[in-house]
Nanobody, 120 residues
Framework: QVQLVESGGGLVQPGGSLSLSCTKS????????MGWYRQAPGKERELVAT???????NYADSVKGRFTISRDSAWNTVYLQMNSLKPEDTAVYYC??????????????WGQGTQVTVSS
């Protein structure tokens, strides 16, 4: 099983920047993708950005041009650089990993979430 630990959330003023990190541990048969999702109060969890093992990226329209997903060479840590933050970016941000386990099951793992608050 894969375990994910996020860090880097906090309070930032509108127009500011934050960087989130997600560190993966545990073994997999094959990692398919890692990414970031967010959930604001009273709303459903939504995709923010994902990156496949082939390094293809996908972004929500609301964050295109402002957020950038990246990873380290060992595919152990995925990052989310968030620039030009807006109050509507306020949410709990969750890291996700989709992978085939060693028993060939297709699984999703989630981190515990990190709060991002954009407010003056």
């Amino acid at each position: 099983q894969v375990q994910l630990v996020e860090s880097g959330g906090g309070l930032v003023q509108p127009g500011g920047s934050l960087s989130l990190s997600c560190t993966k541990s545990g073994s997999t048969f094959r990692l398919i993708a890692m990414g970031w999702y967010r959930q604001a109060p009273g709303k459903e969890r939504e995709l923010v950005a994902t990156m496949t093992s082939g390094q293809s990226t996908n972004y929500a329209d609301s964050v295109k041009g402002r957020f950038t997903i990246s990873r380290d060479s060992a595919w152990n840590t995925v990052y989310l650089q968030m620039n030009s933050l807006k109050p509507e970016d306020t949410a709990v941000y969750y890291c996700n990993a989709r992978y085939y386990s060693n028993s060939r099951e297709l699984l999703d793992s989630w981190g515990q979430g990190t709060q991002v608050t954009v407010s003056s």
